[in-house]
């Protein structure tokens, strides 16, 4: 199977009549890595050297959920619902054991998958992300105006903001994932509608109001990541997260935000191999 990211092609499966879009890589048999991705996110928007790295080691599935990208129907406004479709959709793929691997609004909808189905999940990795409940996830749509804000009047992705520090070396590693993210030129995936990114926004935006998950219920191992500057999901959250589950492991990267392991890929992709491999 080929192994680079830039050029794994894009699949198509049918889970319950909708057709959804997913791309993998890395040699199957094992337990397989299902990555889940961040608001308003498609297939491309994944770093490359995180996805090949991790499949350098596991087979590896990155997949657009409900109305997002090349994936048909409209975009839940419920991180239950999300994560019930990436419960069907690894279902219809046929395997009833992953890992999961999620970052931002896919940490939130990697717990609703333990939650809803625990047999389904052996291990977790939850970057950038925090616990539905968090206090203060509501202002995310704020958060995200004024960047977009910026943006626009820089003419510069919003993520450019979002992710990374506005440091010297928060701008060189933002440069930096931004060329990652152009090395896959062809099949390309189908921007996210303006329908869905609302509807995404109002699923984060209910999350951050919704009572507090039991996270005890999450038996499995999860490491937990993120920067130490996260002005997306405060770090605190990832730390609070860490010490609500009963297995966990916290890393926290120095000197970024919410893009923290894709600035720090070098170093987050060996934790997470280790992590997953881990006995």
């Keep these: 199977m080929t192994t680079a990211w830039k050029n794994t092609p894009t699949k198509t499966i049918d889970v319950g009549g909708t057709s959804f879009a997913y791309r993998e890589l890395g040699e199957p048999g094992g337990v397989p890595v299902v990555f889940l991705h961040h608001l308003t996110a498609v297939l491309d928007d994944w770093d490359p050297r995180v996805l090949d790295g991790v499949a350098a080691k596991h087979h590896v ?17 419920d991180v239950s619902q999300m994560g019930a479709d990436a419960i069907a ?62 943006a626009f009047v820089s003419r510069k992705d919003p993520r450019h903001f979002l992710f990374f520090p506005r440091t010297a070396e928060g701008k060189k590693a933002a440069n930096a994932y931004f060329a990652r993210l152009a090395e896959r030129t ?60 009963p297995d966990s492991r916290l890393r926290i990267y120095p000197a970024s935000g919410h893009g923290g392991v894709f600035q720090y890929h070098h170093e987050f992709v060996p934790e997470v191999l280790d992590f997953l491999g881990a006995k």
């Design 61 to 77: 599935i990155a997949f657009d959920n409900r109305g997002v990208g090349g994936t048909g129907g409209r975009v839940p406004t």
């Design 89 to 150: 959709f690894i279902r219809a793929l046929g395997y009833d054991k992953v890992d999961l691997i999620g970052f931002s609004l896919g940490g939130g909808v990697a717990q609703m998958v333990a939650l809803q189905a625990p047999d389904l999940v052996r291990r977790m990795v939850l970057a950038g992300t925090g616990p539905r409940g968090g206090g203060g996830i509501w202002k995310m749509p704020f958060i995200v105006g004024g960047a977009y804000a910026k």
């Design 186 to 245: 062809s099949d390309l995936d189908i921007p996210i509608s303006r329908q869905a990114g609302i509807a995404q926004v109002r699923a984060i935006t209910s999350a951050g109001l919704h009572r507090a998950d039991d996270l005890s219920q999450i038996k499995v191992p999860v490491l937990v990541a993120n920067g130490d500057n996260d002005l997306m999901v405060s770090s605190e959250h990832s730390r609070d997260m860490a010490a609500r589950l």
